[in-house]
């Protein structure tokens, strides 16, 4: 499903690195949302937007921050990124806060 | 703060077999529980959801039930098959209230034919 795009796919990143991890969208959602998922944990929340002035912190915000330069664009970076950072991060989308559409994840490994 | 607990963890049925993964939330303002499937390398996908003003929901051999007075809902898939293999999750949300998703630890659900 293309109508979320994450990039990169994977990445290798050295510790203390900045990286970003880019999600967009052709669904016209308002409302896009970052988790990372951990075998045993499930999908924790980092962050969340519900429009381009809109920005609020998830379950697990410490050591991200997120972008959001348009309506279809929502970023997330790990200013200087930890090995306990590695992790499958995914974008999702949703119109009304239901029957979200997620991305297809991004497999992010700090070394 | 808002919390979802699943089990199991790990699930192994024969096909066939009934397969029943449970979940309990701890808002009790939570008015929307999806189910989600993730197979191997692959994005989370809805396969069904309830709302909270529904106790139970059948789409062909998967249902969910609902039981607000105790916060716990339930998936059941019933005549089970090796392509139901997947890593399944339940969340909750305060749907008119932004939507953000709790999501359950996951179950992992082996279909051994």
């Known amino acids: ?111 | 703060g808002e919390n979802v607990e699943q089990h199991p963890s790990t699930l192994s049925v024969q096909e066939g077999d009934s397969a029943v993964i449970k979940c309990t939330y701890s808002d009790s303002a939570s008015n929307y529980f999806p189910w989600y499937k993730q197979e191997l390398g692959k994005r989370p996908q809805l396969i069904i959801d309830i709302r909270s003003n529904v106790g139970e929901k059948k789409d062909q051999r998967i249902a969910v039930t609902l039981n607000k007075t105790a916060k716990h809902f339930s998936l059941h898939i019933t005549e089970t098959q090796p392509e139901d293999s997947a890593v399944y999750f339940c969340a909750a949300s305060r749907y008119n209230q932004g939507g953000k998703l709790i999501f359950g630890q996951g179950t992992e659900l082996s279909v051994k034919p």
């Open chain 1, 1 to 111: 499903d293309a109508d979320v795009t994450q990039t990169p796919r994977n990445r290798i990143t050295k510790t203390g690195k900045r990286i970003m991890l880019e999600c967009s969208q052709t669904k016209g959602h308002d409302r896009m949302y970052w988790y990372r998922q951990d075998p045993g944990l499930g999908l924790r929340l980092i962050y969340y937007s519900f429009d381009v002035k809109d920005i609020n912190k998830g379950e697990i915000s410490d050591g991200y921050s997120v972008s959001r330069q348009a309506q279809a664009k929502f970023s997330l970076s790990l200013e200087s990124a930890i090995p306990n950072q590695t992790a499958l991060y995914f974008c999702a989308t949703s119109e009304r806060g239901d029957g979200y559409t997620f991305g297809s994840g991004t497999r992010l490994t700090v070394v």
